[in-house]
């Protein structure tokens, strides 16, 4: 089971870096992926991290937001900077195959399991 966790309240313009551990099992099964989601909205795509490292990205998130893990630690990670009100969301983490193909990391429908999220609100 993953738990998202590291959210909170924030001014804008700082930095923050959420954890997604897997308990009773681990993360280095296939692509971790990062999602938010906003009141009435769908679960937005942030980014993702391969087993072998690599790494996608929204093109929205590219630049401000860093995905990676530690396999060590059985813990993947979003590091967030110059974050923004519009920032504030329900932060989750999911796995899903590593055999998913670039466009189909977008699609929340994709992922096997999914840890609870983690609020980050962000004030101006």
């Known amino acids: 089971q993953l738990q998202a966790s590291g959210g909170g309240l924030v001014q804008a313009g700082a930095s923050l870096r959420l954890s997604c551990t897997a308990s009773?099992?681990?993360?280095?099964?296939?692509?971790i992926s990062w999602f938010r989601q906003t009141p009435g909205k769908e679960r937005e795509f942030v980014g993702a991290?391969?087993?072998?490292?690599?790494?996608f990205y929204s093109g929205s998130m590219k630049g401000r937001f860093t995905v990676s893990r530690d396999k060590s630690k059985n813990t993947a990670y979003l590091q967030m900077i110059s974050l923004k009100p519009e920032d504030t969301a329900v932060y989750y983490c999911?796995?899903?195959?590593?055999?998913?193909?670039?466009?189909?990391?977008?699609?929340?429908?994709?992922?096997?399991?999914w840890g609870q999220g983690t609020l980050v609100t962000v004030s101006s």
């Open positions: 009773g099992g681990s993360i280095s099964t296939g692509t």
């Open positions: 991290v391969r087993r072998g490292a690599s790494t």
């Open positions: 999911a796995l899903g195959s590593d055999r998913l193909i670039a466009s189909s990391l977008f699609l929340a429908g994709k992922y096997d399991s």
